[in-house]
């Protein structure tokens, strides 16, 4: 899932929910994903309707989270962490994770750098910035 729509990643999301409910087996990345859905049990609600979920559209100045989001950018970490890019964050992420003292709370700190470096590539129409990234991360 290179560059997935917004309908494919939520179908992705309620699929790998509901083949884990029913105790399917999973594919690889189903498995990381189910595993960060279990950290959120505050979306288990929406995994559970998708007819209800599927369209609805989160609108951050509403104060709305969107779940899919969240969820892609756990996702999009793992892959990181797994692969070690950009070069380096598994050893800020690991200097991260002690000090908190909790993986998931070392996740969501990530994903607040993350967020920034898309956010100023979007803005910017250019590709993220890496070294950018990384030096967020070095803050944190």
């Known amino acids: 899932m290179f ?4 309908d494919q990643v939520r179908h992705f999301f309620f699929d790998a929910w509901r083949k884990y409910r029913e105790r399917e087996l ?3 990345l189903e498995d990381v994903a189910v595993g960060v859905m279990l950290l959120h049990p505050e979306y288990h609600p929406v995994l559970d309707d998708p007819g209800r979920y ?5 609108r951050p100045e509403s104060g709305d989270t969107n779940p899919f ?11 990181q962490l797994s692969i070690d890019q950009p070069p380096g964050i598994k ?26 470096t898309v956010w100023r590539a979007q803005r910017d129409g250019a590709t993220p910035d890496t070294l950018a990234y990384l030096e967020c ?4």
Do not use: N, Q
């Open 3 to 6: 560059d997935p729509t917004r």
């Open 26 to 28: 999973l594919a690889a």
């Open 54 to 58: 599927r369209d609805r559209e989160y």
């Open 69 to 79: 989001l969240h969820l892609s950018m756990h996702l999009a970490i793992e892959e």
């Open 91 to 116: 050893a800020e992420f690991a200097r991260i994770a002690a000090r908190l003292g909790d993986r998931h709370a070392a996740c969501h700190e990530v994903m607040e750098c993350l967020a920034e």
């Open 137 to 140: 991360l070095k803050r944190s």
